[in-house]
């Protein structure tokens, strides 16, 4: 498959270009990737430019896990600019280069219509991309994302991974989704998802991510 990915470097991406290394993998960002990443072309510039670096790259998948935290940017504007508008812009460029699949990382409560801003930015993207004519659509809600993400982290989700362990046991059967998962097995499930069949839009909460890393 030739593959199209935003967000190489971060929580759920440093799992995943591994796992893609059998297909022709073209990883977009805005500065080079660290040395530890290999298997993969990639291009580089702002974000406003990742349409034009697709052009004459044929795009069968397009993965976006890119997503940025408050501790990085600290301005709701500039996080939307990343986390909704990116995604949307990337996700147009690919589907102009041919793309039939897009991949999305979103989050476990998104909701476009929310009062929290984090999670409406997530459900404006979600709806932003449905409109974009991909033939498939795979929308990844894993609740709490745990991995090494070091200072970025929020005191808030610093906290909730910590106790992980106990909320987990807590919440079962419909309340599984908002479960903490490894990104590890975020990024599993993504790889099985590439190229798969059948067209729409299909979410993916805990429960079927972790089927599907298995």
Known sequence: MRIALIGATGLIGRSLVPMLARHDL??????????FMPHHREKVGPIEDWPG???GDGVDV???AIGTTWAKVRDWEKFEAIDRH???SFAEGARRAGARQLIVISSALADADSRNRYLAIKGRMEADVRKLGFERVDVVRP???????????????RFGILISPLLNLLLRGPL?????IDAEQVARA???LVGKAGGGVFIHHNREL?????
Do not use: C, F, H, W
Not at 26 to 35: K, V
Not at 143 to 157: A, M, N, Q, T
Not at 210 to 214: C, H, P, R, S, Y
């Open 26 to 35: 073209l990883t977009l960002g805005r500065r080079e990737s660290l040395p």
């Open 53 to 55: 670096l697709l052009e």
């Open 62 to 64: 397009a993965i976006a």
């Open 86 to 88: 990116g995604v949307t």
């Open 143 to 157: 609740g709490l994302l745990r991995g090494k993400r070091g200072s970025d982290r929020r005191p808030g989700e």
């Open 176 to 180: 599984e989704k908002y479960q903490a």
């Open 190 to 192: 993504v790889a099985a």
């Open 210 to 214: 972790k089927a599907l890393g298995e």
